[in-house]
Nanobody, 124 residues
Framework: QLQASGGGLVQSGRSLKLSCAAS????????VAWFRQVPGNEREFVAA????????LYGDSVKGRFTISRDNTINTVYLQMNGLKPEDTAVYFC???????????????????WGVGTLVTVSS
């Protein structure tokens, strides 16, 4: 099970850090990812770690501004969001999978475990 937290209201240009805590063990064997969704739009890939790897992937719209990190000792993944823009406003979800392959990391439908989203609102 996954539990995301840390969302809120922030001004444009500011920073916010999201957390996603996972239950269970062997956390490092899981690919973990952040997605976001605006009502009426498809879920958008934000960032991910592949299974057994610390080599992060990022969506083009957040590259250079957002950083994904993980602490396997406490089964938690983070999303540091800097330079926030109004277009970053969305519900952010964390997801995990112990089966997903590298080429599918950006595809939200390939993840088999999801947390409840946390709302991030960026005001202009």
């Amino acid at each position: 099970q996954l539990q995301a937290s840390g969302g809120g209201l922030v001004q444009s240009g500011r920073s916010l850090k999201l957390s996603c805590a996972a239950s269970g063990d062997a956390f490092r064997r899981y690919a973990v990812a952040w997605f976001r969704q605006v009502p009426g739009n498809e879920r958008e890939f934000v960032a991910a770690f592949p299974r057994n790897s610390d080599r992060a992937l990022y969506g083009d719209s957040v590259k250079g501004r957002f950083t994904i990190s993980r602490d396997n000792t406490i089964n938690t993944v983070y999303l540091q969001m800097n330079g926030l823009k109004p277009e970053d406003t969305a519900v952010y979800f964390c997801a995990a999978s112990d089966r997903i392959i590298l080429s599918s990391l950006r595809n939200w439908s390939m993840y088999n475990s999801w947390g409840v989203g946390t709302l991030v609102t960026v005001s202009s």
